[in-house]
């Protein structure tokens, strides 16, 4: 059977990473998860003291932006691909908050945005992919087979940010989990280089009222009408 291209975009936390894992795994296509590669250039630029709250020193990153090394090693036993930021494990570290109030800040910078751009390119250039992020249907994969652009409230997209958070023991608020969250929906969708956008071929799924079996169900019956 052909292979195709699946992107999947959306706002902040509706939940693309699940479906993309449960379709990867049903169709035994690669998953990228692009948002992660964005936090581990966060961590790097955190962890060379070259971005904290209030300085960024951009220019600095971008120059070390070819000491930066991100890839992705399956883990069997999880049943999806973690990420490595210079060989090293970086998923469980990538997900703080403190990441997560920084990475909209580097992902505005067209030269980051230029280097995993063309990585996502490559890891995907032979189908069998579903790669989620902000700007997979209209930069990365403007010739996808499926795009889906997927949505829901503001307050569902935050209740499930701050479970996912609370099960793996950080300490956070609710109401600092919202604030991120509309932070970044609206950096994400203002900045000048690939803002997130629906593209017009992509496919809208707001997910609020949905149960993840009956999104799955959905989205698979999209995904084998082009099949
Ligand atoms: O998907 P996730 O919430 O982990 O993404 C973290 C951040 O990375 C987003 O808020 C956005 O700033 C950035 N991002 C992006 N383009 C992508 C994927 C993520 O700008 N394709």
Redesign the pocket.
Known sequence: MEKITIAI?GF??TG??TIAKQLANKLKYIYV???????AV?LYAMNHNLISKGQFKKNELINNLNKIHISFKFNSQLGFAEVYLNNMNVEHK??TIE??EL??????VSEV?KK??EQ?QEMGKNKGVV??????GT??FPNAELKLFMNASVETRAQRRYDELLKRGDKVTFEEILKNVKY??H??ST?LD?P?IKAKDAIEIDNSELTLNEQFEKIDKLVQEKL
């Open positions: 975009d902040s936390s693309k990473s998860d692009t948002g992660a590669m964005y936090r966060t990538i997900r990441v997560s990475v909209s800040e580097i992902a505005k945005r995993l751009v996502q790669m989620d992020g902000r700007d997979i930069v990365v970044r929906d950096v994400d900045r690939s997130l």
